[in-house]
Nanobody, 124 residues
Framework: QVQLVESGGGLVQAGGSLRLSCTAS????????MGWFRQAPGKEREFVSA????????IYADSVKGRFTISRDNSKNTVYLQMNSLAPEDTAVYYC?????????????????WGQGTQVTVSS
């Protein structure tokens, strides 16, 4: 069982930046695909970004492409989401997820483990 703990959320003004972190409890998670999802109030959870085990392959939702960057440090069992040029529509609870498969997926059903989420609020 892998436990994921997110951190780094908070309140930021539009145009600002935040960096989210997600630390996994098991070293073997360094072989997992890691993803970020988010859920805004009243909306379904949606895919944000994902990276393969090495960080060499990354995918992004169109809504965040060019603004968000996913990366990972396997020596720290941690994946990051650097969020720049934040807008009010980025306000959501952000979830980290781990997929035991090597393929990089944007679908929730592919992911086996989930964190509890961290709140990101962007004020206008």
């Amino acid at each position: 069982q892998v436990q994921l703990v997110e951190s780094g959320g908070g309140l930021v003004q539009a145009g600002g930046s935040l960096r989210l972190s997600c630390t996994a409890s098991m070293r073997t998670s360094s072989t997992y695909t890691m993803g970020w999802f988010r859920q805004a109030p009243g909306k379904e959870r949606e895919f944000v970004s994902a990276t393969n085990w090495s960080g060499g392959r990354t995918i992004y939702a169109d809504s965040v492409k060019g603004r968000f960057t996913i990366s990972r440090d396997n020596s720290k069992n941690t994946v990051y989401l650097q969020m720049n040029s934040l807008a009010p529509e980025d306000t959501a609870v952000y979830y980290c997820a781990a997929d035991r498969q090597f393929s990089v997926s944007s679908t929730e059903e592919s992911y086996d483990y989930w964190g509890q989420g961290t709140q990101v609020t962007v004020s206008s």
